[in-house]
């Protein structure tokens, strides 16, 4: 086809678009839409009794706020790529808050070892940990779903795994509220190891899912 | 210079008028951008063909056109068309990397299958020289029918107006000389 019809088409096709928000403020939108469900979840499983103590606590404080700032930054840079021309530098943005909470556990395992010794490192399956999990995710990926699919695949395996990161980071920021582990071995496999997992799976799954949806280049031609 | 910031400046007041469903202005845009984008293209994949060059400069405007409500007036107009033409451009080369990796390029394609069947053109025609000796030998009229008929390929009403002879008298003639031409041969094979 040529150029220049090419041109008339799209030109002729040109409706009018609803601008897309700066990453920032589609960043706010799916906060307000995810925290006061994930707070609600948390609700209505009930609180950890303990709240109080626990906010003493500077490595729960620290995980909490690592977790939190983690799918803060995540969910920023997911938006982010999705705008051509904007700063690549921003996907290096999560990987703070992310190390600075794998830190924390890891520092909590080390202690758990030398509280118990090797019980402290005994990893146990604990499906009860799947069901609250599912739970609180559940409108954070809807709202990220939705919101993602508008935008530019320009990295879609990045795009895909920030979101799942995301939505990961604040499902476990959530479940720190009503759903303690009990060591920290066990926070690092299920809770962490499931963040890490649904992001790895998002990113494997973008390419897939998230394509440029152009028109075919001969139609009206 | 300022001449040059004034145009950049343009691009991102058009792209705006675009996007409120202004079809002139983003006709304009366009027109303005494709040499831009071709120039971009030629000097990332200076190696293609023209013709290339111009598929990928089209799938950089449809992804443009696809992506065009991701602009933001409030900022830079060509950060954000490089940003899809180098992702298009990149895209272009994982296509015809994975094209070739399936593709095996042919100089030119073969003109008959690989079975034995379809292998005997040449020889189908059989004895070039028998056939010329057999002509030799048929009859006068026979032969002039074939000649201008099969040799030279005229058409009957042609060949009816150079022999004089009528155009049954032609076919009669030519169905006649195929006749004896195909016992000869098959008597000398």
Redesign the interface.
């Known amino acids: 086809m040529d150029t220049d019809k090419l041109i008339e088409r799209l030109a002729a096709d040109a409706a009018p678009v609803r601008r897309l928000r700066p990453p920032g403020r589609r960043l706010a939108l799916w906060l307000a839409l995810s925290v006061p469900y994930v707070a609600l979840v948390a609700y209505v499983h009930g609180l950890v009794v303990d709240m109080p103590s626990l906010g003493a606590d500077p490595r729960f404080v620290i995980e909490a706020a690592a977790a939190s700032a983690t799918a803060i930054a995540a969910g920023y840079a997911a938006f982010s790529t999705l705008v051509p021309g904007r700063s690549r530098a921003v996907v290096w943005l999560p990987l703070i808050p992310l190390s600075v909470w794998l830190v924390s556990i890891g520092k909590g395992c080390i202690d758990d070892w030398v509280r118990l010794g090797a019980a402290g490192l005994t990893v146990k399956i604990d499906w009860i940990c799947i069901p609250p999990m599912a739970w609180v995710g559940i409108v954070p990926v809807i709202a990220m779903v939705v919101m993602l699919r508008r935008g530019a695949p320009l990295m879609p395996r990045v795009t895909l795994a920030f979101g799942g990161l995301a939505i990961g980071a604040l499902a476990n920021s959530g479940l720190q509220l009503f759903h303690l582990g009990d060591i920290s071995i066990m926070v690092l496999v299920w809770h962490f190891g499931s963040t890490v997992l649904l992001s790895a799976v998002a990113g494997w799954l973008g390419p897939g899912i998230f394509r440029w949806n152009i028109a075919p280049r001969s139609s009206g031609a | 210079m300022t001449e040059h910031c004034d145009k950049l400046a343009d691009l991102g007041a058009l792209m705006r008028a675009?996007?409120?469903?202004?079809?002139?202005a983003?006709?304009k845009l366009?027109?303005q951008v494709?040499p831009i984008l071709r120039q971009a293209v030629r000097q990332r994949r200076h190696f293609l063909q023209p013709q290339d060059i111009?598929d990928l400069?089209?799938?950089i405007?449809?992804?443009l056109?696809?992506?065009?409500?991701?602009?933001?007036?409030a900022?830079?107009f060509l950060?954000?068309?490089?940003?899809?033409a180098r992702?298009?451009v990149a895209?272009g080369g994982r296509r015809h990397l994975r094209r070739a990796a399936h593709e095996v390029a042919v100089e030119e394609y073969p003109e008959t299958f690989d079975y034995d069947a379809t292998n005997h053109i040449g020889e189908g025609y059989g004895d070039p020289q028998a056939l010329r000796q057999a002509i030799e030998k048929l009859p006068q009229g026979q032969r002039q029918a074939i000649e201008m008929l099969k040799l030279r390929e005229l058409s009957l009403n042609e060949a009816a107006a150079v022999s004089g002879m009528s155009v049954g008298a032609l076919k009669v003639a030519v169905h006649r000389a195929i006749k004896t031409l195909r016992v000869a041969l098959h008597a000398e094979s």
């Open positions: 675009a996007q409120d469903g202004d079809k002139a983003y006709c366009l027109r494709t111009e400069v089209q799938d405007l449809l992804s056109h696809a992506v065009r409500a991701t602009y933001d007036p900022r830079p950060p954000w068309l490089m940003a899809i992702n298009r895209d």
